[in-house]
């Protein structure tokens, strides 16, 4: 039952943002469309950006839900995941505060990486040099997925993920595989 009140309420808010920016969408008017409480609003999210947070996530984990490894292909179906809500992301990502999209995919694959480096080379810590190049390769990775998604980006998307997967440290390709 909470999975489809949380799937209720993400589709009302995709919904929602074909005609509202997101920035004016507020937490009464998405439960009246989804005619539903606050109050049961609250059980499941904190707030809007914990419901959008949530909603990545599902997409994240439909589109790796059969991943055995960090290849192109993974890249590529998680980008096309995310391009199928284009106009979603969009919306939610012209918000710039802390609880911004952007900075929680950010935090999200700074996560993953550190996990799976930490995991796969037995560490506790990263290194200054494996910090850097993980932070480095995220920024522009997800500077890249912006200008797709804004379609500011003239190359196809098949050559964008060879392009980011060429580019990733090898010490990352290494345990992100082994961590699928």
């Not at 943002?17 to 049961?40: G, W």
């Not at 904190?46 to 490894?69: C, E, G, P």
Request: with cysteine; proline share 2%; aromatic share 14%.
């Amino acid at each position: 039952m909470q999975n489809q009140t949380n799937w209720l309420i993400a589709h009302t808010l995709e919904a929602l943002l074909t005609t509202t920016p997101f920035e004016k969408v507020r937490v009464t008017t998405l439960c009246r469309a989804c005619q539903i409480s606050p109050q049961t609003f609250y059980n499941h999210f904190t707030d809007k950006y914990a419901l959008v947070a949530w909603m990545f996530r599902q997409d994240y984990i439909q589109a790796t839900n059969q991943a055995h490894s960090y290849t192109i292909s993974l890249l590529i179906q998680v980008t096309q995941q995310l391009l199928s809500h284009k106009s979603f992301y969009r919306q939610v990502y012209q918000v710039n505060s802390q609880n911004s999209i952007n900075h929680y995919i950010y935090q999200f694959n700074l996560k993953l990486a550190t996990q799976a480096v930490m995991s796969n080379y037995h560490q506790e810590h990263l290194t200054v040099e494996q910090t850097l190049a993980i932070k480095y390769h995220t920024y522009g990775t997800m500077a890249l997925f912006q200008e797709l998604l804004y379609d500011q980006l003239d190359i196809p998307l098949n050559d964008l993920c060879i392009f980011e997967y060429q580019r990733t440290p090898d010490f990352l390709k290494q345990a992100l595989s082994k961590n699928f």
